[in-house]
């Protein structure tokens, strides 16, 4: 009998994987490199202009991130986004909950694979079926052959 193949373990909803995972690309992105203007971080997080103002906005909302202006060049401010304690605290939970996720999923596909390995290794046939071997063992006779 083969062995069952398990399915995943119950998941958040992927709008919450997306947000958490847009949450945790940003702060990991900030905290590398706090001066990146949104349109940066739009291009690095791949989210349209809109989406990465609502995260940002988020981020400032909860604590995650605070403003800084500074003077980037001539007489155009710019801003810096720093994490703040709360936000470290935040980038490492996202991290632990975000590997977590992930080495369940890789358990999960291995035990996939394994199965499928099992399944497939139990379905090796010991001859080749005639259809396959039929036309090449045989000698094409005199009447089948039209050149003779």
Do not use: C, W
């Amino acid at each position: 009998m083969n062995a069952p193949i398990n399915p995943s373990p119950p998941r958040r909803s992927s709008s919450t994987d997306a947000d958490a995972s847009a949450t945790l690309h940003a702060l990991r992105l900030l905290a590398n490199r706090p001066a990146l203007s949104q349109r940066q971080l739009s291009r690095e997080l791949g989210l349209s202009l809109g989406k990465t103002h609502y995260v940002l906005h988020a981020l400032l909302d909860k604590g995650l991130v605070k403003i800084k202006n500074f003077k980037r060049s001539g007489n155009k401010l710019a801003y810096a986004y720093l994490l703040t304690p709360k936000g470290l605290r935040e980038k490492l939970q996202l991290t632990r909950d975000f590997l977590t996720r992930k080495e369940a999923d890789f358990e999960s596909l291995r035990r996939t694979i394994a199965g499928l390995r099992d399944e497939l290794g139990k379905e090796v046939p010991t001859q080749m079926p005639e259809h396959e071997t039929g036309s090449r063992d045989r000698k094409p006779s005199a009447e089948s052959n039209p050149l003779t």
